[in-house]
T-cell receptor, first 114, second 113 residues
Framework: NAGVMQNPRHLVRRRGQEARLRCSPM?????VYWYRQLPEEGLKFMVY????????ESGMPKERFSAEFPKEGPSILRIQQVVRGDSAAYFC????????????FGSGTRLTVV | KQEVTQTSAALSVPEGENLVLNCSFT??????LQWFRQDPGKGLTSLLL?????REQTSGRLNASLDKSSGRSTLYIAASQPGDSATYLC????????????FGKGTKLTVNP
């Protein structure tokens, strides 16, 4: 069981480019969550997805950010026209049904916008 | 709105000492509380998960307690080692239909040889 896989581990983008972050949940997990960790701050919830459905995106900025979890393939967090303030660590977590059994986190993608 | 606080931002102890990390939360209607460890530049490793009906969980030298009524949890680390140096995060899952984990800002622990 490979755990939650995120790639890339590090991503550098120039201002105005697009960033695509990928997350493959643990085998048997159908719930995916994205969190963002800004420098010197705690982890903040962004979005919760199940296969082909966005369940809760209340933590996601209204513009430039989108997320999907297609029927086949990994979950994608997409940031369009990145700005310096998007520089952060983005973590993906997965769970089997809901959070009652706890969450397993990936190693994160560290996005740097230059 | 749930808020999670970890009172100590940083803690430095000599090797071998027993220590306690504290976590408090404002809304006692929780499903569970989870303690994580984060090493610099790395992801989160789950240490202990306490369901709302439980009072404590133990794993090796780690013991986590939960007092739901007072909104508090402690993580006890026995006989600390330099390898325990990391940031420890507390997170709660609140009842009410939300699947969001709410995290504290963490306690950075340094165990000195």
């Amino acid at each position: 069981n490979a755990g939650v896989m995120q790639n890339p581990r590090h991503l550098v983008r120039r201002r105005g480019q697009e960033a695509r972050l990928r997350c493959s949940p643990m085998k048997g997990h159908s719930h995916v969550y994205w969190y963002r960790q800004l420098p010197e701050e705690g982890l903040k919830f962004m979005v919760y997805l199940q296969k082909e459905n966005i369940i809760d995106e209340s933590g996601m900025p209204k513009e430039r950010f989108s997320a999907e979890f297609p029927k086949e393939g990994p979950s994608i967090l997409r940031i369009q026209q990145v700005v310096r303030g998007d520089s952060a660590a983005y973590f993906c977590a997965s769970s089997r049904q809901n959070g009652g059994a706890g969450y397993t986190f990936g190693s994160g993608t560290r996005l740097t916008v230059v | 709105k749930q808020e999670v606080t970890q009172t100590s931002a940083a803690l430095s102890v000599p090797e071998g000492e027993n220590l306690v990390l504290n976590c408090s939360f404002t809304d006692s209607a929780i499903y569970n509380l989870q303690w994580f460890r984060q090493d610099p530049g790395k992801g989160l490793t789950s240490l202990l998960l306490i369901q709302s009906s439980q009072r404590e969980q133990t794993s090796g030298r780690l013991n986590a307690s939960l007092d739901k009524s007072s909104g508090r949890s402690t993580l006890y680390i026995a006989a600390s080692q330099p390898g325990d140096s990391a940031t420890y995060l507390c997170a709660v899952l609140t009842q009410g239909g939300s699947e969001k984990l709410v995290f504290g800002k963490g306690t950075k622990l340094t165990v000195n040889p």
